[in-house]
């Protein structure tokens, strides 16, 4: 896109306050005065990205949304624009509050919980039919809209994979990353079932099950994978729960359940969506 092109796109949107941060984004509230709404404004400052790695997170991010909508439960991008210096993305404006701040404010009720995961897994199942692997999945990433709606979203170390491409690299965030990338292993989409069920045990108890005082540590823990349900916590979380844990949070990725067949597992199939 030509530079002016993008100059002008920028100029029709009026950044309001900071909303949320990542390692290479900044999020802005946004005002769109022309169509009178309010979105959220995902700039990326190309300085910050400095090797090759960090740059494909630039293309893929606008691509992969691109190519994945529209889906219920994966946000949407509305625009795309770059200057020298930065990389904007235009996306629906959604509640400030993630799902980790919601975790933050203790354990979530098994139906809740039940919910969020069926639309996650809807999301997941939906990218991999699609060949895509999100291989970011956690709390800051699972955003709500005005309705209550779960919407996957930063999709910056998106991954396409299938016809006998596997993926490899170590990306994602290490309480929430599969052993098989930490050990340095060619991996499948099945690293998102892994981050998702780590997702779910943290909606359920409040605390991620790996844990360590540094990232070294943390990665020692994941790659042990020793999944335990400390009685304190998980007296009152159901057998069913628990069961679907231990499949997702499955060390061997070729016995790990699938996004797909985790739908269908009772657990799941008892969330209450009304
Ligand atoms: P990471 O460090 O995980 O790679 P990032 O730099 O790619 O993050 P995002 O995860 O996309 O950035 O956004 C950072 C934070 O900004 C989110 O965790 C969320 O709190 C907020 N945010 C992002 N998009 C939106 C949106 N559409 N509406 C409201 N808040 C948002
Ligand atoms: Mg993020």
Redesign the pocket.
């Known amino acids: 896109m030509h530079q002016e092109e993008a100059a002008v796109k920028k100029q029709q949107y009026q950044a309001l306050e900071e909303?949320?941060?990542?390692?290479?984004?900044t999020?802005f509230?946004s005002f769109h005065p022309s169509s009178n709404q309010f979105?959220?404004l995902?700039l990326?400052n190309k300085r910050l990205l400095t090797d090759a790695t960090d740059r494909h997170?630039l293309e893929v991010?606008a691509k992969a949304m691109t190519f994945l909508s529209p889906h219920p439960n994966i946000?949407r991008i509305i625009d795309t624009f770059q200057d020298a210096l930065t990389s904007t993305i235009v996306?629906?404006?959604?509640?400030?509050r993630?799902l980790?701040d919601h975790i933050a404010d203790g354990p979530l009720p098994e139906s809740h919980a039940a919910s969020l995961t069926k639309q996650l897994l809807e999301a997941l199942t939906h990218c991999h039919a699609l060949g895509l692997a999100h291989r970011?999945i956690?709390p800051?990433?699972l955003?709500f809209d005005e309705a209550n709606n779960l919407?996957l979203?930063?999709f910056?170390?998106a991954e396409w994979f299938g016809e006998g491409r596997t993926m490899s690299g170590l990306v994602g965030?290490p309480y929430y990353v599969a052993p098989e990338v930490i050990m340095g292993r060619d991996y499948d989409e099945k690293v998102d079932v892994w981050s998702s069920g780590v997702t779910l045990y943290a909606m359920l108890s409040g605390f991620p099950p790996f844990y360590g005082d540094s990232s070294a540590e943390i990665f020692e823990a994941v790659v042990r994978a020793n999944l335990r349900f400390p009685t304190t916590i998980f007296r009152s979380v159901s057998a069913p729960a628990k069961d679907l844990l231990r499949k997702m949070i499955c060390r061997d990725p070729s016995r790990r359940i699938s996004a797909h067949q985790a739908l269908k597992h009772p657990w799941i199939l008892s969330a209450d969506l009304s």
């Not at 909303?19 to 984004?25: D, Q, T, V, Y």
């Not at 996306?91 to 400030?96: G, V, Y």
């Open positions: 909303i949320g941060r990542g390692k290479f984004a999020v509230r979105y959220a995902k990326i997170c991010e946000l996306l629906p404006l959604c509640q400030p993630t980790f970011d956690k800051e990433n955003l919407k979203s930063d910056g170390s965030t």
